[in-house]
């Protein structure tokens, strides 16, 4: 009797570890896929933290995280069901035997500010990462050992097609949000969001303190200015740098700041608060820009300049790598320059064009997806495209869900007509007369 009550504890407490894992893995999975590029850029963190960047290729590094965000929902997607138990409770193992000893390092050590392991969906402290590794830790190795106490949801039979249809899903869904822009956007550069609100401070809130650093060259000699030392134009630009200088408050967008290229002034307040069109083309690095719908771009420049809208290019990149996709493209465009890391979390593409008004996101495209003549017939104003776009995360969700789980719930429809009917005939052959 013991002995059968052991057996159930052990059974139940397999199956809510199995459940626990499915759910994060499936949540850290299918946020990965919605922004693969974000996953990529956490990826580029870790190997320059680390000093491996030059290591590996940059496509290896993006094939990297579209496979790992694709393996972490299967797994997940599996340990739900039951189905490939053997496979999903030992990657489920190797990925937290991996992972929890890499976190207690990065919480000691702190080389990245978060892990990324929820993308931008949910940001956790190194050391609350950890915790949840521990957590998740222990029971990848209960699931591992209990492997067969898993309650099975689909027959085997049909498992492969719940296994081909989860890896088939999930790399469409990272190729297509590769491809244009994620589908749900977690970041305070959200279609709809205030850029000067997220920049407020509460009263009595002590705010932290930013510099932008810029350095640029002379002679050879490659110096470190400020705003307010900005020196001539003798000096030629290398790159730009957002610098904490001391800790506070941190508003949703902290690092924000347009810099001309011109003239070193800052434009930030005077391009936020145009009640304006604005159009922000964001390229964080123009020497690795794609540049097969250039033509589109100026296109959209010179309908700027015809209606009296802002247009102004956005870009960490030098000085000379600026004059030299101007010469490639003919771009008339006026260059600013901003922080890297602040245009990759900005749009994920490069470029990319976000269209603003009074400081508030009306929209955004991918290089992929820019509007053209036959949309741009008119004023902003006139014109569909100049109103905010409309979004809910609630219904992206629902659609996403239902292309994931009505072929699914097919499947396992199919898979329990299947069951029964085989029971009704083991039954139908006990009641024939036996010879």
């Not at 057996?7 to 946020?31: D, E, M, Q």
């Not at 407020?200 to 640029?216: D, H, N, R, T």
């Not at 802002?310 to 008339?332: C, H, N, V």
């Amino acid at each position: 009797m013991e002995t059968k009550q052991k057996h159930i504890i052990w059974k139940s407490w397999v199956n809510v570890c199995r459940f626990l894992l499915a759910a994060v893995f499936i949540f850290s999975g299918f946020v990965k896929a919605v922004d693969p590029l974000g996953s990529f850029y956490k990826i580029q963190d870790y190997l320059t933290a680390f000093g491996m960047a030059a290591w590996f290729p940059t496509y290896l590094q993006l094939l990297f995280a579209i496979v790992l965000s694709a393996l972490e929902f299967s797994v997940g997607v599996f340990l739900f069901f039951g189905i490939r138990r053997r496979f999903a409770t030992t990657l489920a193992l190797l990925l937290m035997i991996v992972m929890t000893p890499l976190t207690l390092y990065l919480a000691l050590a702190n080389p990245v500010s978060d892990c990324g392991c929820f993308g931008d969906a949910w940001v956790l402290t190194n050391w609350e990462t950890f915790g949840k590794n521990v957590v998740l830790f222990i029971a990848a190795v209960s699931v591992f050992k209990g492997g067969k106490q898993i309650i099975r949801f689909i027959t085997a039979k049909m498992a492969w097609m719940v296994s081909m249809y989860t890896f088939f899903f999930v790399f469409v869904l990272s190729f297509y949000c590769l491809d244009n822009l994620p589908i749900l956007d977690f970041r305070p550069y959200k279609i709809g969001k205030n850029i000067k609100e997220g920049m407020e401070i509460p009263e009595g809130a002590k705010p932290s303190v930013f510099e932008s650093k810029f350095i640029l060259e002379k002679d050879g000699k490659k110096q470190e200015f400020t705003l307010d030392n900005y020196p001539d134009s003798t000096w030629t630009f290398v790159e730009t740098r957002t610098v904490l200088k001391e800790k506070g408050y941190e508003p949703p967008i902290h690092d924000f700041s347009i810099v001309s290229l011109e003239t070193g002034e800052d434009l930030t307040d005077s391009i936020l608060s145009d009640k304006g069109y604005t159009f922000l083309l964001a390229a964080h690095r123009i020497e690795k820009a794609d540049d097969s719908n250039i033509d589109l771009i100026n296109e959209i420049y010179d309908y700027s300049v015809e209606h009296g809208y802002g247009f102004y290019a956005l870009t960490s990149s030098p000085e000379e790598q600026i004059e030299l996709w101007r010469d490639k493209t003919g771009a008339e465009y006026p260059f600013c320059q901003m922080d890297d890391i602040t245009l990759k979390t900005i749009i994920r593409s490069n470029p990319g064009l976000m269209l603003i008004k009074d400081g508030v996101i009306l929209n955004k495209w991918s290089d992929n997806s820019l509007p053209d003549e036959y949309v741009l017939t008119d004023s902003l104003d006139k014109l569909e495209l100049g109103q905010q776009k409309q979004e809910s995360d609630l219904r992206t969700i629902g659609y996403v869900l239902l292309w994931f789980i009505i072929p699914l719930l097919m499947v396992i429809g199919v898979d329990i007509l299947v069951v029964k009917r085989r029971e009704r005939k083991r039954e139908k052959n006990k009641e024939l007369p036996q010879p």
